[in-house]
Nanobody, 124 residues
């Protein structure tokens, strides 16, 4: 049973920073591309960032480009989302997802496993 568990959410002031972590209980973490998605109240879930299996390539939603950084540590089975210059509109539940043999897609339908989400609230 694959488990994906996010952590690091919380309350932060606008302009502040927060780092989310996501740990996956898989035998070979490097076989999985990882993605971050978010869902704000009353809105559809949307893509935030994704990273390929080796960590050599990443892609971002335009809304977070230049402010958020995705990275991974395959030795620790963990992917991170460093969020800087946070805005009120970044408030959402953030979800981590894993895709076996993936390339780091922004399309949520390709992901095989999802976490329960972690709440990020940015106060204005």
């Amino acid at each position: 049973q694959v488990q994906v568990v996010e952590s690091g959410g919380g309350l932060v002031q606008a302009g502040g920073s927060l780092t989310l972590s996501c740990a996956a209980s898989v035998r070979t973490f490097s076989s999985y591309a990882m993605g971050w998605f978010r869902q704000a109240p009353g809105k559809e879930r949307e893509f935030v960032a994704a990273i390929n299996r080796s960590g050599s390539r990443s892609n971002y939603a335009d809304s977070v480009k230049g402010r958020f950084t995705i990275s991974r540590d395959n030795a620790k089975n963990t992917v991170y989302l460093q969020m800087n210059s946070l805005k009120f509109e970044d408030t959402a539940v953030y979800y981590c997802a894993a895709e076996l043999w993936g390339m780091g897609s922004g399309e949520e339908s390709v992901y095989d496993y999802w976490g329960q989400g972690t709440q990020v609230t940015v106060s204005s």
